[in-house]
């Protein structure tokens, strides 16, 4: 066993496990140990800590003060595209619904009348008013029947139109289009992953950032991607209910730091980037993003981060003329109000817009990959590109997605597997001992069979060193 990996798996007291994350730098004199014991203990030491207000070191960096001053400059024609297109797809969708109820209320109705014929009467009609007590009874289980066969019907029914004009749906579809296509909006993206034999524990933070002020005039968006190891939790693998992608971060260096760390490095860019210091500041809109965010926003408050309690947060985007709250968009919520409670995990989601993703599960992937669903499902002329208004199409493709996950298992290419069998095979000759002889040849296992795109970890001893790391 490597030392550097073995240094990465003491804890006090336990056995190194094989399932750790290697880290690069972490030096002999780490006397942190690691599990649920010492992470409780931690936790409790960094929420009493964090209660003290810190100085901001984001702001020392020249390119991040820079920004401060950066003023937001209304574009009208690209406000007037993007109200145009909300006006058409509110057209679109009204008549939509127009035509889709008209068809689906025939198909109840025919269903009912075939229903009363083969079954008996129903509530409301004409055979049941004059019904006794014990036949009342039986038209209650009746109708309890019925209503499965309905549901069934519904779901089975293209488009159902889930954001009709004049509807909370409609409404944040519409805003929600608002705040990122008119690049105003600050998108602060967060995933945690937590252990899944103890969800107290989290082992991950996940964080990526769209500024628009330093995308005033990219062609490629910008963007700040980063994944936090917590130390304390190192050797904490999932495995039964969900994929450990904790080592498969693909957007660069996993960064790994002790609890108390951790929580400064975030508590830092949400102080950057959440809280306006001056007047150009407060020109720009601000927002977390997530997938389910709830649950993402407890965590972070759990470990003592400062973070703006939930009612002073607008989840439902009512106010975005007022520009004075932290917005919060869900991407699940946006495909929930648009599709339907059909396929609304993030990988599915992702593979019906035809983003593509890998190794999903890691916080810092599932941080990027949900703001740049986001931003997919808000542009104008991406939604356009992917047909997203098309609701017909797309909700048959979502069943026809889940159909086939039913009867179709997930599998790695076979040629993947087989490169990596290969790379792990045990030389079957021990060269040990001929070291000294030229004429044998050395026979070392391959590193160049199996490609990844993983960046690895290394270990900080300051949230601020960490950061500076990932400064170009």
């Known amino acids: 066993m490597k030392r550097s990996l073995s240094r990465a798996m003491i804890s006090s007291g336990s056995v190194a496990k094989k399932t750790s994350l290697q880290v690069r730098s972490l030096p002999d004199t780490v006397n942190v140990s690691h599990g649920t014991y010492s992470y409780k203990n931690a936790i409790r030491a960094v929420v009493s800590k964090n209660r003290t207000k810190r100085a901001n070191w984001v702001d020392e960096f020249e390119e991040f003060a820079r920004l401060r001053s950066v003023n937001y400059e209304n574009d009208e024609r690209l406000a007037k595209a993007i109200e145009d297109y909300l006006r058409q797809i509110g057209n679109d969708y009204r008549k939509m619904n127009a035509v889709s109820t008209r068809a689906l209320n025939e198909k109840l109705q025919q269903a009912k009348l075939q229903w009363v014929e083969e079954n008996g009467p129903l509530p409301g009609t004409e055979s049941s008013s004059s019904s006794g007590d014990l036949q009342n009874v039986d038209i209650k289980q009746n109708h309890k029947l019925f209503q499965k066969v309905a549901t069934r019907i ?258 790695l290419p076979i040629s993947y597997v087989l490169s990596v069998n290969e790379s792990l095979a045990v030389p079957s000759n021990n060269n040990n001992n001929n070291n000294n002889n030229n004429n044998v040849p050395s026979r070392k296992r391959s590193k160049g069979i199996v490609q990844t795109e993983f960046g690895g970890a290394r270990w900080f001893d300051s949230a601020r060193s960490a950061f500076e790391s990932t400064l170009c």
């Open 154 to 411: 519904k779901d089975e029914h293209y488009p159902l139109v889930h954001a009709v004009p004049g509807n909370s749906n409609f409404e944040y579809l519409c805003n929600c289009v608002r705040l990122v296509s008119n690049r105003r909006t600050i998108l602060f993206s967060l995933d945690i992953e937590a252990f899944e034999r103890d969800n107290n524990v989290v082992t991950e933070i996940g964080i990526s950032i769209y500024d628009p002020r330093e995308n005033l005039h990219s062609l490629v968006p910008v963007k700040r991607n980063y994944h936090l190891v917590i130390f304390e939790s190192l050797h904490l693998r999932n495995k039964k209910f969900v994929c450990d992608s904790k080592d498969c971060y693909i957007l660069g260096e996993s960064l790994v730091l002790d609890l108390q760390g951790c929580v400064e490095f975030v508590q830092a860019l949400v102080d950057y980037y959440m809280i306006p210091q001056t007047k150009a500041d407060r020109s720009w809109s601000r927002a977390f993003v997530g997938h389910n965010l709830h649950g993402d926003l407890k965590w972070l408050r759990m470990l003592g981060v400062n973070i703006p309690d939930d009612h002073q947060m607008d989840f439902n985007l009512t106010n975005l003329k007022e520009n004075k709250q932290t917005y919060v968009l869900d991407t699940e919520k946006l495909y929930r109000s648009c599709y339907g409670n059909f396929g609304g995990n993030l990988g599915r989601i992702l593979r019906l817009f035809r983003i593509p993703h890998a190794f999903l599960h890691n916080a810092g992937n599932d941080a990027h990959y949900t703001l740049q669903l986001l931003m997919c499902m808000c542009d104008v002329s991406f939604r356009k590109h992917a047909n997203m208004d098309e609701l017909e199409a797309i909700q048959r493709r979502i069943k026809w997605w889940l159909g086939r996950e039913k009867i179709e298992p997930k599998v």
